[in-house]
């Protein structure tokens, strides 16, 4: 049915524009051969297809711009004409004699237009009689285009301030009212459309009306360009008239869409000094209408004025724009009790951002727009789609413009509007003020903004009512946590006490973060401190230790260790084990023995008790060992405890090379170059020799099932391990013992067959010869001390 009424429509075309393309060469026939009174009769008939009813605006458009193309045609031969020997005024006459009244209404625009640019009579009668006779014309469609091609035709030919055609006669007044009352009798025309035809064709209506629009809102535009309207003649006519229009016609679409051409067409001042007419206007329109995106649009305006030159600035405050801004939202969402809230949000958003460009310093202007926002989104619930996306524009804003997270931790009612925002819009929200704080390199720097701030971002620092982290994509989760961890970084305070209590504040929030979070966010939180406890013991070696501070490293390191309690009961023994380690470290630089000891033994508990992926074992002891040969604080007794238990570790371990590796590993622990008081050769030894034992056993496992002796990387290591020693002093090592090994390892690659050949081993055994070489070339202590090896 639809497709038929299409192919109906575009027979109707063709046959119009055939007629009108008839006529048209006839026309041009006796125009050629100055015949008028036949141009005027096929002209008029050429205009006569104009009179269809059956095309929709689009086809019509089509059918209007080919007449309008000969219209142009007649108008030259029109000009010509009343220069050669017809006049002007007898040709305006003439055409009034065309039989339809359509056609002698285009005829008479194109006449008048000729007639007006020879200034025999005052334009302002010519536009005068010529908007009123366009009267003639009722039917919306036909009507509409008549007087866009007046407006067309007419608009270079207002008298306007440095026009020709201004004179004593032709003021400035004149041309207003002229495009005025053309404007109001086509939006009549535009909004009578709505009531031609069937209810159920209405929203097809709709359609085609929405497509005329710009006929309507050239008037507009063409006021816009009239160089005589200043801002006393807007003001007291201009505006007024178009607004009584605009309210009057109480039709949505020609409502919003004329609000929206009164924005962009008129100067920026003129909207300033006229807001409280122009605002007036907003809640008399009609409940339907997108008010939000008119006063949005506005709002932008402004704020583009005011961003354009500081010396605008004073003109806001002395017509107390932001206070009538205010005002006028608060009317329009009351008089639209209906309005989502997505559109008042967008409302007070705009109006935001309208207050940080103009009045940047009124934080109390602020913090009053978010307080009517809770005020209306206040017992919504939690809100989701649009309105997050403007709640979160809302917030943005204050920290794009101040670049300074401490600016919106003032604004009382900032948190109270975040409460609003779905989970994930929350965590989103969260992310960008941490990136604001990241960017502008913010120190937040007490302990009462650092809980304001977590309060602020607890979307991302624990679970939420109904979060669930198993939906959230895992790097997303890692990348958001690691923010987290950034930002705790970023904390600092001068003063320790202040610091201790920062600590203390962002442990107090980060704890409840759950199994998955706290891995990310406890870490750096046990570094600041250890930064903190160093920065303690400097102040206490430079002498400057107060003992009433409550920041002393005791009091740092029992909170370190009930911090990482935590993380080990996440479980995270791995990470826990490793900030244990961290921490003994820092409590041996500030000769803590005690307290070095106790994380020395939580690092143990659960090594033996949380551990127990072999690979993870293996990492956890080098730390282990690595640590405690670093350690200075211990006395014999201690020391001797710990070594053995790791010592003890290594032996156990799952594979028989990770055991041998971490045997001589252990070595370390007995020979320290910068501590007289750790130069045990004999325990050296033993543990090398242990380590031999162990790799001895690993060959003649690995020929047992393999069928081959395995690799001999575990000898040369070892060998390398006897090297380092000797060099470093060692008389436990002998040029004998390494003289055997080297045999070994000999006589190990030796036996191997081609096929189970290792050429990394080979490689590695090279370099130790040539290393071996070197220090024998060296000369002097260490030549001498090398010499007797045989290689």
């Not at 989103?428 to 977590?454: D, P, R, Y």
Request: charged share 25%.
């Amino acid at each position: 049915m639809m497709s038929d009424g299409v192919e109906d429509e575009e027979k109707w075309l063709t046959a119009g524009i055939a007629g009108l393309q008839q006529n048209a060469f006839y026309m041009h026939r006796a125009l050629d051969s100055n015949n008028i009174k036949d141009a005027l009769k096929y002209s008029a008939q050429m205009l006569s297809e104009l009179r269809t009813s059956r095309l929709s605006p689009h086809k019509y458009y089509e059918l209007y711009m080919r007449a309008f193309d000969e219209l142009r045609k007649l108008e030259i031969f029109f000009k010509e004409e009343s220069k050669r020997s017809c006049s002007i005024i007898e040709l305006y006459e003439l055409v009034q004699h065309a039989g339809n009244i359509l056609p002698r209404l285009y005829l008479l625009c194109t006449v008048g237009s000729v007639y007006i640019r020879s200034k025999e009579a005052p334009a302002k009668d010519i536009l005068k009689d010529l908007v009123e006779m366009c009267r003639g014309i009722q039917h919306p469609l036909r009507g509409l285009f008549l007087r866009s091609y007046l407006s067309q035709v007419s608009r270079d030919k207002l008298p306007d301030i440095g026009s020709e055609y201004e004179g004593d006669e032709n003021t400035v007044m004149d041309a207003v009212e002229f495009v005025l009352q053309n404007f109001t009798e086509m939006n009549k025309l535009w909004v009578r459309m709505q009531h031609q035809g069937p209810a159920r064709e209405k929203e097809k209506r709709e359609k085609e009306r929405n497509e005329l629009r710009d006929l309507v809102g050239k008037n507009l535009h063409v006021l816009g360009q009239i160089e005589g309207i200043d801002l006393e003649l807007y003001r007291d006519t201009v505006l007024p008239r178009i607004l009584e229009q605009v309210v009057n016609c109480k039709d949505d679409l020609a409502q919003y869409y004329l609000m929206d051409c009164i924005i962009q067409v008129f100067p920026d001042e003129y909207h300033l000094q006229t807001l409280e007419t122009l605002l007036g206007a907003c809640p008399q329109l009609q409940p339907s209408v997108d008010i939000k995106t008119v006063l949005s649009g506005l709002m932008e305006r402004l704020s583009n004025y005011a961003a354009s030159s500081i010396e605008v600035l004073p003109e806001f405050v002395q017509v107390e724009a932001f206070a009538k801004l205010n005002n006028a939202i608060g009317q329009v969402i009351e008089a639209q009790p209906d309005m989502p809230v997505f559109g008042a949000v967008t409302l007070y958003s705009s109006l935001l951002t309208f207050t940080l460009h103009v009045h940047p310093e009124r934080l109390d202007y602020v913090d009053q727009i978010l307080g009517a926002c809770v005020s209306k989104i206040a017992g919504k619930g939690k809100l989701e789609g649009k309105a997050t996306k403007q709640i979160v524009a809302l917030l943005s804003a204050p920290l794009e413009k101040y670049n300074d997270i401490d600016t919106a931790l003032k604004l009382s009612n900032y948190p109270l509007v975040m409460e609003y925002l779905d989970d994930s819009t929350n965590k989103v929200m969260s992310n960008v003020i941490i990136q604001s704080i990241m960017k502008n390199k913010t120190h937040i720097s007490t302990a009462e903004k650092v809980g304001a701030l977590f309060e602020l971002i607890k979307g991302l620092i624990k679970d939420l009512d109904g979060d669930d982290n198993d939906e959230m994509d895992e790097d997303d989760f890692k990348e958001e946590q690691n923010s987290v961890a950034r930002l705790i970084q970023m904390l600092y305070n001068d003063d320790p006490r202040e610091m201790l209590k920062i600590i203390h504040m962002v442990k107090k929030h980060i704890m409840s973060g759950g199994p998955k979070r706290l891995p990310f966010t406890i870490p750096p939180l046990i570094y600041n401190a250890l930064k903190l406890v160093r920065r303690v013991q400097s102040q206490d070696e430079n002498g400057s230790e107060d003992e009433t501070s409550s920041a002393t490293p005791k009091k740092i390191f029992q909170l370190l260790n009930q911090t990482i309690e935590v993380l080990s009961m996440v479980p995270a023994p791995d990470l826990a084990l490793r900030l244990y380690l961290e921490c003994a470290e820092a409590a041996n630089d500030c000769d803590l023995e005690p307290v070095a000891y106790e994380f020395f033994t939580q690092a143990y508990i659960l090594y033996e008790e949380e551990i127990s992926d072999s690979k993870a074992q293996v990492t956890a002891l080098y730390l282990i060992i690595g640590t405690l040969q670093r350690m200075h604080t211990f006395g014999v007794e201690n020391r001797d405890t710990l070594t053995h238990k790791a010592t003890g570790y290594s032996a156990k371990l799952l594979k028989k090379p990770d055991q041998c590796r971490a045997v001589y590993a252990c070595s370390h622990l007995f020979w320290v170059d910068d501590q007289d008081g750790i130069k045990d050769g004999e325990r050296v030894l033993l543990c090398l020799k242990r380590a031999l034992r162990i790799a001895n056993a690993a060959q003649q496992m690995a020929n047992v099932t393999k069928g081959s002796s395995g690799s001999v990387v575990l000898f040369i290591e070892i060998l390398n391990k006897y090297l380092y020693f000797f060099e470093k002093g060692n008389t436990q090592i002998t040029v004998a013992s390494i003289e055997g090994l080297i045999e070994l390892v000999t006589s190990e690659m030796q036996s191997d067959s081609k096929g189970t050949a290792d050429p990394g081993a080979e490689a590695f055994f090279a370099s130790t010869m040539r290393y071996i070489q070197s220090q024998k070339d060296k000369g002097g202590a260490t030549g001498e001390k090398f010499d007797p090896i045989k290689v």
